[in-house]
């Protein structure tokens, strides 16, 4: 309903659980992805739309499980198993055949954030890790923390600090203050 609202210039709300009155989405998440979505809704204005891309993007996160992997273990075949092992995961089929979550696309988007951050390319990591972060409020604490890893363990301080105090900052912003003040 809220990528609904966005194209129909109604902003980023919902209604609320009662179904009495619009409310702002950030009364119960900080999913800003909906608001990225909002153009396909241009293209094709159903729902299965969003299955559709959901299903495309967690998919996706085989291809960077399979390169971590593979680069870890030295070894191709383990990078098909556990790419195959996470496509044949209950709970990520499950996610996949019932509803849409803003947050089941963050998981990928932090698979190929963690991929682009051990690889040192840090652009395309911060790129992953912003659209992980857009999927729900919580994710940004982990973006913190792969910002201390930057920081800690591939010596990049100034990156890794800045990552780490934005991604803090905001998972702070979004959980203490926005949210509950919506």
Same mark, same amino acid.
């Given at each position: 309903?809220?990528?609904?609202?966005?194209?129909?210039?109604?902003?980023?709300?919902?209604?609320?659980?009662?179904?009495?009155?619009?409310?702002?989405?950030?009364?119960?998440?900080?999913?800003?992805?909906?608001?990225?979505?909002?153009?396909?809704?241009?293209?094709?204005?159903?729902?299965?739309?969003?299955?559709?891309?959901?299903?495309?993007?967690?998919?996706?996160?085989?291809?960077?499980?399979?390169?971590?992997?593979? +680069?870890?273990?030295?070894?191709?075949?383990?990078?098909?198993?556990?790419?195959?092992?996470?496509?044949?995961?209950?709970?990520?089929?499950?996610?996949?055949?019932? +509803?849409?979550?803003?947050?089941?696309?963050?998981?990928?988007?932090?698979?190929?954030?963690?991929?682009?951050?051990?690889?040192?390319?840090?652009?395309?990591?911060?790129?992953?890790?912003?659209?992980?972060?857009?999927?729900?409020?919580?994710?940004?604490?982990?973006?913190?923390?792969?910002?201390?890893?930057?920081?800690?363990?591939?010596?990049?301080?100034?990156?890794?600090?800045?990552?780490?105090?934005?991604?803090?900052?905001?998972?702070?912003?979004?959980?203490?203050?926005?949210?509950?003040?919506?």
């Amino acid at each position: 309903q809220t990528v609904w609202n966005v194209t129909h210039g109604n902003g980023f709300t919902m209604t609320d659980p009662a179904g009495t009155k619009q409310e702002s989405r950030l009364a119960v998440h900080a999913d800003f992805l909906l608001i990225l979505l909002a153009p396909f809704y241009y293209v094709w204005s159903d729902p299965k739309m969003l299955l559709l891309i959901q299903t495309i993007v967690v998919e996706l996160g085989a291809l960077p499980l399979f390169w971590i992997a593979r +680069d870890k273990l030295k070894s191709e075949k383990l990078g098909l198993l556990f790419s195959a092992s996470y496509l044949l995961y209950p709970p990520l089929e499950r996610i996949l055949l019932h +509803d849409f979550h803003a947050v089941a696309l963050s998981a990928t988007f932090l698979l190929f954030s963690y991929w682009f951050m051990i690889k040192k390319k840090y652009i395309l990591f911060l790129l992953f890790a912003v659209l992980a972060g857009l999927g729900k409020e919580q994710v940004w604490f982990i973006v913190g923390l792969m910002g201390l890893y930057i920081a800690l363990i591939n010596r990049k301080w100034q990156t890794g600090l800045l990552v780490a105090g934005a991604s803090f900052g905001l998972f702070y912003l979004l959980m203490w203050k926005f949210i509950p003040g919506a």
